[in-house]
């Protein structure tokens, strides 16, 4: 086990001490009261039925009768100390997750979407329920413990083979663990890319449909799902034969230690009474026994949830973040180097419309990532109001600096909700941003901001999609906004009207704005356009001036 997945179980186990403890206790109770059994029918057979006494039968009905209560009463705490643990733990590393994902800069992280869904929901759940395995483990052992003594007493002999035989039995099944840990993992990781594919197929069906891809999609997902399916079922034989195998060796132990009884009350070393309890206790043994080896087989299973939750809580984040309270003001790049950006210089002031074009991707990822902090510059620096981002507050740099991606994730099952921010705005405010965004058309069917979204708009049309999401970071109104490319899927007319729609309402209230895009009719309406070429800036100017550069023509008329 490797030491982060170690150390977030036994903080998880940290957590939790009281109730597992609990667990644990009301657990050992029952497996005590359950070996007990055979030995309260023995001894009523002696003393009561062997006698004949009365009031022995009397105390013995009373005595059998709270040892079932005992024995009940326990698993049944146990259980509800254990559901509790589990519960609260499972929703505490979800949330762990969730904020490591979807909060603070980012993570550094080669796993899609899907594979992350997979390891907030199922993983995680999988990870808690190892409270249950360290509880069962210890009562078993408890239980074994008791029937062990009880056989000691009866004849050493008996007592002596159990304490051999089932730690070698148990040793025996722990071997077939990595095994199971083996395809367990493979299992889980070909179920989380399984489901990434599938979300990915989802989200872009409407233009796989366009472009007549939906077939080699299709064909993609069947893949995906038959290499889960092959890992899935590789994973239920591994756990059938190690079931099969413990199963087999604890029903030769029980026969073994029966039979041997059975010689011993013939050749009278032993009373009946004796005899019933050892019968008992045999069958007893299976219970603890092949709860160990289901601990066993679940712990391979568990850990290799643990390790996949672990990688994500311990990922490197993008960037860092310090604590002063971010500010409105200038936002500027003062030599940065990244990845695809070479020395750049950039400077947007209150009150400015500035324009930045790139005709590659990977600088204008960069440019994106480095304004909205999601990510540190290699060298030089980024700052907002002379404070170096670095330093900044992620939450107060949230609220004075948003980012709207060119990926639309919609949140809502209506327009209005959609559109909310945080801050209940009135319809006037909801309509006055969708109209900044040329979106008119998408309350003209009746229902107005109230009309149904189907998951997330999947109803809705690319064009229109971005024109919500543009409304709505509109309408969340901070005092920098930058978007990329918020128009790749909107016509020329519309793209125009939109280009009016920003400007005039951004302008005013030393508002910054940032786009990054190639958009020449958003860029028309920017005070001051920034080339990026090759990681660096090529051109500063107006739209119109650097037309005349055969470069950004390129870039921007194609």
């Known amino acids: 086990m ?7 179980i036994g903080q998880m186990f940290w957590r939790q001490r009281r109730d597992t403890a609990l667990c644990a206790l009301f657990w ?5 009261c359950e070996a007990l059994v055979p030995v309260a029918i023995g001894l009523v057979i002696d003393q009561a039925v062997g006698t004949g006494s009365t009031s022995a039968m009397a105390w013995s009905v009373l005595g059998i009768f709270a040892l079932f209560t005992a024995l009940t009463m326990g698993w049944r705490s146990g259980f509800w100390f254990l559901s509790k643990a589990v519960a609260e733990e499972s929703h505490q ?3 762990r997750v969730v904020r490591r994902v979807v909060g603070g800069r980012g993570i550094r992280t080669r796993r899609q979407s899907g594979e992350l869904l997979s390891i907030a929901t199922s993983d995680t759940h999988a990870t808690a329920e190892l409270l249950e395995l360290g509880s069962r483990g210890v009562s078993a052992l408890v239980g074994l ?7 000691l007493r009866i004849d050493w002999s008996l007592g002596l ?3 051999v035989g089932v730690p070698i039995l148990v040793l025996g099944l722990n071997a077939l663990g990595p095994i199971v840990g083996r395809r367990t993992s493979a299992q889980q990781q070909a179920v989380g890319r399984a ?11 409407r233009p796989l449909r366009g472009v007549g891809g939906a077939d080699e999609a299709a064909r993609r997902y069947r893949t995906a799902s038959r290499t889960s399916l092959d890992a899935g079922v590789g994973t239920v034989k591994a756990g059938a034969m190690f079931i099969g195998a413990s199963t087999f060796t604890t029903g030769l132990l029980v026969t073994a230690v029966a039979a041997l009884a059975g010689w011993f009350a013939l050749e009278g070393r032993i009373t009946v009474g004796q005899l019933i309890t050892i019968v008992g206790l045999a069958t007893f043994i299976t219970d603890p026994v092949l709860n160990l080896a289901d601990c066993v087989f679940r712990l391979a299973t568990a850990r290799a949830s643990a390790a996949r ?3 994500v809580l311990g990922a490197a984040e993008q960037g860092l973040s310090g604590d002063r309270t971010a500010e409105p003001g200038t936002l500027a790049l003062d030599a940065v180097h990244a990845p695809n950006l070479a020395g750049v210089d950039l400077v947007v002031a209150p009150g400015e419309l500035v324009g930045i074009v790139t005709g590659e991707a990977g600088a204008a990822d960069d440019v994106t990532d480095l304004l909205s902090g999601a990510r540190s510059p290699d060298r030089g620096e980024v700052t907002l109001a002379g404070t170096p981002m670095r330093e900044l507050d992620l939450a107060s740099l949230r609220r004075t600096v948003l980012v709207e991606p060119h990926a639309v994730d919609l949140f809502g099952a209506t327009l209005r909700e959609v559109l909310q921010t945080g801050d209940e705005r009135d319809d006037a405010t909801l309509n006055a941003s969708l109209t900044a965004a040329a979106g008119e058309d998408l309350r003209t069917d009746g229902a107005g901001l109230d009309r149904d979204l189907v998951d997330h708009g999947l109803n809705l049309s690319g064009g229109q999609r971005q024109r919500i999401a543009l409304a709505r970071a509109l309408l969340a109104d901070r005092p920098v906004t930058v978007f990329r490319d918020p128009t790749t899927a909107i016509d020329a007319v519309t793209e125009h009207a939109i280009a009016d729609g920003i400007r005039a309402y951004r302008t005013g209230d030393g508002r910054a704005t940032v786009l990054v895009t190639t958009s020449a009719p958003l860029l028309d309406r920017c005070d001051r356009v920034v080339f990026l070429r090759l990681g660096k800036v090529a051109a500063v100017g107006r739209h119109r001036e650097l037309l005349a550069d055969s470069s950004y023509a390129e870039v921007v008329l194609r």
């Open 2 to 8: 490797r030491q982060p997945t170690g150390r977030l």
């Open 28 to 32: 050992s109770l029952h497996q005590v």
């Open 93 to 95: 590393l979800r949330m």
């Open 145 to 151: 413990t008791v029937s062990t003594i009880v056989l």
């Open 161 to 163: 083979g159990l304490v």
């Open 195 to 205: 489901a990434a594919t599938a979300s990915d197929l989802l989200r872009g069906l």
């Open 309 to 311: 939750v672990a990688e």
